[in-house]
Antibody, heavy 121, light 107 residues
Framework: QVQLVQSGAEVKKPGASVKVSCETS????????IHWVRQAPGQGLEWMGWIHPNSGDTKYAQKFQGRVTMTRDTSINTVHMELSSLTSDDTAVYFC??????????????WGQGTLVTVSS | DIQMTQSPSSLSASLGDRVTITCRASQSIRTYLNWYQQKPGKAPQLLIY???SLQSGVPSRFGGSGSGTDFTLTISSLQPEDFATYYCQQSFSHPWTFGQGTKVEIK
């Protein structure tokens, strides 16, 4: 079955960077877009961007342009999301999520369990 | 960016009630509207995509309708496992955006 398993919680200081991993299994890794969505405590969902694991192509929300980098490692079926110049506003649970159609439908049928990133001095 | 506005922000309902949640887009998104359910401490789960298509495994008491700017999620008979927060999401244009959520609580 399709599974997305994320790396563990992180605590970072303001100005630092964080890298969150999403290991996938149960399907052809290179065929489906992976998106990143975050959720601040008690708040709603915010789309950050996507990566296509085959080509490495990415598209980021303008809000995160210049601060976010999404990469993939096809040898271990894993995508990474790195966010730099962290502030307290980046404290959130970060989710990876799979697009259900290879051509990209831009909704999300399988999700990782979430990774809490806490930014605190 | 397309703004998605859900109403109500929360509601109280009893088991067996028919529940309706509304999602309004700031511009037409045709039928590129999806719904998710999220329980505390869990990832969202896809319920409905493309306005009215039921995701595999989702009970038939969930239904979606609408087009353009106005959309509805309906739960025909509320069950104990349906108490959760529901989000709409548009997939018409970047950046993909979500509504603020509707929390369904037990009356």
């Amino acid at each position: 079955q399709v599974q997305l398993v994320q790396s563990g919680a992180e605590v970072k200081k303001p100005g630092a960077s964080v890298k969150v991993s999403c290991e996938t299994s149960g399907y052809t890794f290179t065929a489906y877009y992976i998106h990143w969505v975050r959720q601040a405590p008690g708040q709603g969902l915010e789309w950050m961007g996507w990566i296509h694991p085959n080509s490495g192509d990415t598209k980021y929300a303008q809000k995160f342009q210049g601060r976010v980098t999404m990469t993939r490692d096809t040898s271990i079926n894993t995508v990474h999301m790195e966010l730099s110049s962290l502030t307290s506003d980046d404290t959130a649970v970060y989710f990876c999520a799979r697009d259900p159609i290879p051509a990209g439908m831009d909704y999300f049928d399988h999700w990782g369990q979430g990774t809490l990133v806490t930014v605190s001095s | 960016d397309i703004q998605m506005t859900q109403s109500p922000s929360s509601l109280s309902a009893s088991l067996g009630d028919r529940v309706t949640i509304t999602c309004r887009a700031s511009q037409s998104i045709r039928t590129y509207l999806n719904w998710y359910q999220q329980k505390p401490g869990k990832a969202p789960q896809l319920l409905i995509y493309d306005t009215s298509s039921l995701q595999s495994g989702v009970p038939s008491r969930f239904g979606g309708s609408g087009s353009g700017t106005d959309f509805t999620l309906t739960i025909s008979s509320l069950q104990p496992e349906d108490f959760a927060t529901y989000y709409c999401q548009q997939s018409f244009s970047h950046p993909w955006t979500f509504g603020q959520g509707t929390k369904v609580e037990i009356k």
